[in-house]
């Protein structure tokens, strides 16, 4: 059975650190380029945005110069990949979805075949 399962969301104040993980199994996801993507309310599952990426090469890409000096993507060398959220605003507050696809990056979410539940962070003001 593959899984995505996404951990350390949860509910701050505006300027606060979160760090997300997201575990895969079933695939050898260490070979996967691996994302996140979140989902603000009242977006469609196909409006969800492109926050970050990291290839198996360890090239890592991000969405805006203004996520990529907040966030910063990062993953093991087995299966794992985190999200280190700093200076969190209340626009950050979403479902972030952990994503995986074999070839390549991409910014599209219907390029991933791999998704977890997500796990909410809230930003509060």
């Known amino acids: 059975q593959v899984q995505l399962v996404e951990s350390g969301g949860g509910t701050v104040q505006a300027g606060s650190s979160l760090r997300l993980s997201c575990t895969g199994s079933g695939r050898a996801f260490r070979a996967y380029t691996m994302a996140w993507f979140r989902q603000q309310p009242g977006q469609e599952r196909e409006e969800r945005e492109f926050v970050a990426a990291m290839d198996p090469h360890g090239d890592r890409f991000y969405s805006t110069d203004s996520l990529k000096g907040r966030f910063t993507i990062s993953r093991d060398n087995a299966d794992s990949v985190y999200l280190q959220m700093n200076s969190l605003k209340p626009e950050d507050t979403a479902v972030y979805y952990c994503?995986?696809?074999?070839?390549?990056?991409?910014?599209?979410?219907?390029?991933?075949?791999?998704w977890g539940q997500g796990t909410q962070v809230t930003v509060s003001s």
């Open positions: 994503a995986a696809r074999y070839t390549g990056t991409t910014h599209g979410a219907h390029d991933y075949a791999y």
